[in-house]
């Protein structure tokens, strides 16, 4: 429930009505401290996928306990530039560079809670 309700900041739609977060794709291992999300862009060239993982990523590390391990991923052959925005979702210092910008950081924030 945590991601689910998100928009992508383009569609008036959450992630889950467009399909882009789906609970089967949201694995949460209390026992070893990980939680790993995959999301699926809506076509295979999405322009938004970096801004969405982006979204979703800070808003996992603003919910839970830090304990916790946080892998956003895009879904295995869901999207042409997969493994370059698997790169920089999973690179710290990329995700603090981009938080950094604020035009980036009002985007991430229209995606997570609607507001600029």
């Known amino acids: 429930a945590v991601v689910s309700t998100q928009s992508t900041g383009e569609h008036p739609h959450s992630l889950e009505e467009l399909s882009v977060v789906q609970e089967d794709l949201i694995t949460c291992n209390d026992t070893e401290n990980y939680i790993d999300v ?3 862009p809506t076509i295979p060239h999405c322009s938004m996928a970096t801004l969405i993982g982006l979204s979703l990523r800070v808003k996992l ?3 839970v306990s830090d304990r916790f391990k946080v892998d956003v991923r895009v879904t295995p ?3 042409q ?3 370059a925005i698997n ?3 999973g690179d710290k210092e990329r995700v603090a560079a ?3 910008n604020p ?3 009002n985007m991430v924030n229209q995606c997570i809670y ?3």
Do not use: I, M, R
């Open 98 to 100: 981009a938080l950094e």
């Open 114 to 116: 609607g507001t600029g």
């Open 77 to 79: 052959g869901t999207h």
């Open 103 to 105: 035009q980036l950081l």
């Open 87 to 89: 790169k920089q979702l």
């Open 38 to 40: 995959k999301f699926t």
């Open 81 to 83: 530039s997969e493994d």
């Open 61 to 63: 590390l603003h919910s």
